[in-house]
C-alpha cells in the first residue's frame, strides 16, 4: 500500500510537471495596451557581435562581416514592423550623431545591456513569471523616445558564433569516437528584440530566438550564396521572435 501511495504522487508531480508552461517571451502587465496603441517605433542601431572560434576555442571577431548583418536585420526588422501597421522610424549611428543624442544612445544601451542579462539569466522561464517583467530604462529613455518623437523604442542584438574548419573537425572526430554531440553545434545565432515604452521607461515585451545548425548544415551552407544564407537566417529569425508579438 505505502508503495502505492508512493507511486501515485510521484505520478501527480509529473502530471503538475508536465502542465506548468515555459516560454523565451519577456513582457510586463498591460504591455498589449502600449503595444496596440502605439503608432511611431524607433528602430535603434542593432548591435551584433559575431566571433569564429578556432580549435583552441579562442574567439576573434568579424568587424567586416557585422556591419553586414547589422543592414540586413535592420531591413528585416523595419519590414516586419511595417508590417504590423508601425510607422517605423529606422535610427542609424550616424543619425543619432546628427541628432547629438550619442552619448544618451551610449548610457541608454549600457543601461539596456543589464537589464537584457536579468531578464535572460535562464532563456525558457515558468510563464507567469515571464508575464510579469519588471524591467525599467526609466527618465533617460523617457527623454530619448521622446527626442526621436517615438511611442517605442526597439532594442536589437544579433550574437553569433561559427566554429572554424579545424574546430568542426575536431567536434567531428569527438563525436565518432564517443559521441558528444558537439558537432551538432557548428553554427549558433541567436536574435534578441526589446520593446521599451516611450511614455515610462519601461521593458513592455521581449523574445530571444536561436538558429542553430549542426556540421553538415552549416557545411552545406558555406557552399551556397553567403548573403542568401544570411537573409534567410535572419528572416526564420524575426518570424520566430515575433510569432508571439501581440499584434
Known amino acids: 500500500m505505502v508503495h502505492i501511495r508512493n507511486l501515485t504522487l510521484v505520478c501527480c508531480l509529473v502530471l503538475v510537471s508536465a502542465c506548468v508552461n515555459f516560454t523565451t517571451v519577456r513582457s510586463a502587465p498591460g504591455h498589449q495596451q502600449v503595444i496596440s496603441q502605439s503608432k511611431v517605433v524607433a528602430l535603434l542601431p542593432v548591435e551584433a557581435e559575431i566571433s569564429t572560434a578556432d580549435i583552441a576555442g579562442n574567439k576573434h571577431r568579424m568587424h ?26 529606422v535610427e542609424t549611428k550616424r543619425s543619432i550623431h546628427d541628432k547629438k543624442l550619442s552619448r544618451e544612445l551610449v548610457t541608454l544601451r549600457q543601461n539596456y545591456n543589464k537589464a537584457a542579462l536579468r531578464m ?4 525558457r522561464k515558468k510563464e507567469e513569471i515571464a508575464i510579469n517583467t519588471n524591467e525599467q530604462l526609466g527618465k ?31 567536434d567531428f572526430m569527438i563525436d565518432m569516437l564517443v ?7 557548428a553554427d549558433n545565432t541567436r536574435l534578441v528584440v526589446t520593446l521599451v515604452d516611450g511614455k515610462t521607461g519601461n521593458v513592455i515585451w521581449a523574445n530571444i530566438a536561436f538558429d542553430i545548425r549542426g ?19 535572419i528572416a526564420g529569425l ?8 501581440p499584434r
Open 64 to 89: 567586416d562581416y557585422e556591419y553586414t548583418i547589422q543592414q540586413m536585420t535592420r531591413q528585416e526588422l523595419e519590414r516586419s514592423f511595417k508590417s504590423k501597421g508601425y510607422q517605423v522610424n
Open 215 to 233: 556540421l553538415f548544415e552549416s557545411g552545406f551552407d558555406s557552399m551556397s550564396d553567403a548573403q542568401g544564407v544570411d537573409e534567410r537566417r
Open 238 to 245: 524575426s518570424q520566430k521572435l515575433l510569432k508571439k508579438f
Open 120 to 123: 535572460f539569466d535562464t532563456i
Open 179 to 185: 559521441n558528444t554531440g558537439a558537432s551538432n553545434n
Open 140 to 170: 533617460k529613455a523617457v527623454e530619448f523616445a521622446s527626442a526621436l518623437s517615438a511611442d517605442m523604442l526597439i532594442f536589437t542584438d544579433y550574437i553569433s558564433i561559427v566554429k572554424t574548419s579545424g574546430a568542426r573537425t575536431r
